[in-house]
């Protein structure tokens, strides 16, 4: 059952133009995928994702295991049905928030024991919980429960952690039941064989598609750009790789060079509320003075719904009066330029001219 | 230049069927029209909003004054271009904020000085300014500055008020010199006597409308109604009639049977901030319990976007969430359910059925 057809490699890079096929339709990759952590993509309906040019939509297993609870979730026909998404999803597995969110936190072989960062509460999360908890929310594409640790993390934590992120993929494999596309996770932090060994052995246990994890944990670029090829070198040509909470621009021309073929992040959503816009010459902060009186497009060129009817002057002024309006506006725009710029990466495969692509996006963007 | 059409008069009640014409193109009275304070209608897209099946929009002269200021919009090239709103829109005269937001106030025979909301400046507004402003915000229908007393005041009071807001008109009318249609505001408070010298007076400067204003300012329901019917009796019948800030689902059948044929208010939009959505059976608070896995639509009869794909307990989800979605949501519902209202009242006056309407809908509504 694989999922993922291999079109083209490209010549000079370890960038792969292919497809993924999810519900019976197929999908271009590279893709950048938008996140929905509660069940929707703050401030957008699912229409205007959509027409972002989005396939796949994540929503966020911790998030939805405390709220709504994953019953209700189940109850109401499943993630698609409950949020109105009716193109594929994925669920992230938990690890990831857990790490990040719940302090302090007890790592046991048997799960994690932490609280919740809503009301205090003891929780636990297992390889097993997550895998029930997925399937209940009902993605297309599920992802084993793993470890992820914090960045510097000595060899020898690294180690033990790997062996038991592998033992927790073995377990949740073992108890998933549906159709659901469960993906292993690569870790081993910084260290090259912990990566190969993690890869090697995941590979073992076959996975439809294979995620990499525990990177933007406080690395920088270098160190996790090469964390990527310490992975991707030993994953199956037929199977997709995805690159998890990566959405910078430059990252995800990097990751592509580097084999990867799906990407997800907060990043347009977060910065648009704060009111930041990507542009092609780096991020504009529209709640600058200077963009009062400034009826341009955000960017002229780009063909997204806010580009083609809001100036910069009325987003400012929206966000200057905290209008919701200017979120959602940002936020289609931020969208649609990671989504227009994986358009571009394909393209850019097709031809054999990544390399030239990401040298003039890095001269621009850093301008 | 006569921009409303008297279709028909209800048998039995003063309700009137008509249309009025803006933009070249004719739309339908009885009308409600969503309110965008900051040009705006907060939490929506413009497609949104005339998704609802809305046909004039609102936007506030104060508010845009103090903030992005009328010279930016004019630059902008008026408030549709600045907003992305092609339907008919409408300004206030900013006269209400002042009555309502600024404190302390000084009124004077010029203008009213009063301090900003915002950052407490000092700020002026006379006639000729509010018109200047207006004028430069372009919107399709501007409206006189005019005084907003509370409620009770006294007779002396009043009488004094009516007369100034009636030079304020004359003024305002004076240095009037765009194409925009300038409605004039009958005030009088719950006094009869003032009500009709207010409009009878308003009717000999030659409005192509009139708006009712001073009330929902603290008077009882019965109160209200009984001054709409104080104005509206003296109001010629080839005008529109316009009933500012009233937006009850009650108050706009009971606006209509006076012979009401406008109405504008915040309230769908606040209360689904709030987490409220009408219904024909009373107001409902998503955010209660007993929704947590309530799947059905807020009402299964209803038309609107949100009812076409969202359950009860998705959205109780987002509000629990506090996610921006929710608001969105609840008001695209709630501007539907009142313009909904308003298709439903012109069937009854249509069918002379209007009373037994009211009654039926009362009874629903306080069940």
Chains 1, 2 share one sequence.
């Not at 029930?132 to 510097?152: N, T, V």
């Not at 000595?154 to 993906?183: C, I």
Request: proline share 4%.
């Amino acid at each position: 059952m694989d999922i993922y057809t291999l079109i083209k490699n490209e010549k000079d890079t370890g960038a792969r133009l292919g497809k993924i096929k999810l519900r019976g339709k197929e999908y271009d990759t590279p893709m950048f995928m938008p996140v929905g952590t509660q069940a929707t993509v703050k401030g957008l309906t699912p229409e205007m994702v959509k027409e972002c040019g989005s396939a796949i939509i994540l929503a966020n297993t911790y998030h939805l295991w405390e709220r709504p609870g994953e019953d209700i979730v189940y109850k109401a026909g499943g993630l698609h049905k409950f949020m109105n998404y009716d193109g594929p999803m994925l669920t992230d597995s938990g690890g990831f928030q857990v790490f990040s969110l719940a302090k302090p936190k007890d790592i046991t072989e048997e799960g994690v024991h932490f609280k919740s960062t809503i009301d205090g509460k003891k929780l636990f999360l297992s390889p097993e919980k997550s895998i029930e908890i997925q399937e209940k929310l009902g993605a297309d594409i599920i992802i084993s429960f793993d470890e992820c640790p914090g960045y510097p993390s000595t060899y020898e934590y690294m180690k033990n952690s790997v062996e038991r992120t592998l033992r927790w993929a073995k377990r949740g494999k073992d108890v998933h039941k549906t159709d659901q596309l469960l993906f292993g996770v690569v870790q081993g932090g910084e260290y090259p064989d912990l990566r190969k060994y993690s890869a090697e052995e995941l590979v073992k246990l076959d996975f439809p598609g294979y995620t990499i994890g525990g990177t933007s944990v406080g690395e920088g670029k270098d160190v996790m750009y090469k964390m990527i090829t310490d992975a991707t070198t030993y994953l199956p040509t037929n199977k997709p790789r995805y690159l998890m909470g990566v959405g910078d621009p430059i990252d995800i021309i990097e990751g592509v060079i580097r084999g990867i073929d799906m990407f997800d992040c907060v990043l347009p959503t977060r910065i648009a509320r704060h009111g930041n816009a990507f542009t092609h010459h780096g991020k504009m902060n529209l709640k600058n003075a200077k963009y009062k009186e400034d009826f341009n497009h955000i960017e002229e060129e780009c063909d997204c719904y806010t580009c083609k009817h809001y100036s910069r002057a009325y987003i400012r002024h929206l966000l200057m009066c905290d209008e919701m309006l200017a979120g959602t506006l940002l936020s289609i725009h931020n969208i649609r330029f990671l989504i227009k710029l994986t358009e571009d990466i394909r393209k850019n495969i097709e031809t054999d001219t990544l390399l030239k692509f990401r040298d003039n996006f890095i001269k621009e963007y850093r301008k």
